[in-house]
């Protein structure tokens, strides 16, 4: 078993792995995702531009990019390599599901209201 060090009141409850199980996404509190090297248990790292509770992260099928959203209404599309977002969608309600295609050409966001909003993944 393995511990990976960081402040206990900056880590959520939503974890996400890459598919080749490399990173691990972990929501934190203050609005951040932070990146994790799951092997080494490096700190890879912290992703910020949301305003409010993140509510999902899911990684593309090709693992090199990570989409997170939350209550702010926002969803986000992150480069794990750089760190730097990709694209920026915005859902007007909060978001609190994501779900990549198998072929990572959309990403389904489910939001309130029993609406789900898809977008183009460029």
Do not use: C
């Not at 880590?11 to 990146?35: C, K």
């Not at 992703?47 to 990684?59: G, N, P, S, V, W």
């Not at 480069?79 to 990403?107: C, H, V």
């Amino acid at each position: 078993m393995a511990t990976l060090a960081g402040d206990p009141n900056e880590v959520g409850e939503l974890l996400a792995f890459s598919p080749d199980g490399q990173i691990l996404a972990v929501a934190q509190r203050h609005y951040t995702v932070r990146l994790w090297n799951a092997a080494s248990r490096q700190d890879i790292a912290v992703l910020e531009r949301h305003e409010a509770e993140i509510l999902a992260l899911a990684f593309h099928p090709g693992g090199r990019l990570l989409a997170s959203a939350g209550r702010d209404g926002k969803a986000f599309l992150w480069d794990t390599a750089s760190g730097s977002t990709t694209a920026d969608f915005t859902g007007g309600e909060p978001i609190g599901a994501l779900a990549f295609s198998p072929d990572g050409k959309t990403l389904a966001a489910g939001r309130d209201k029993g609406t789900v909003r898809l977008w183009n993944v460029p």
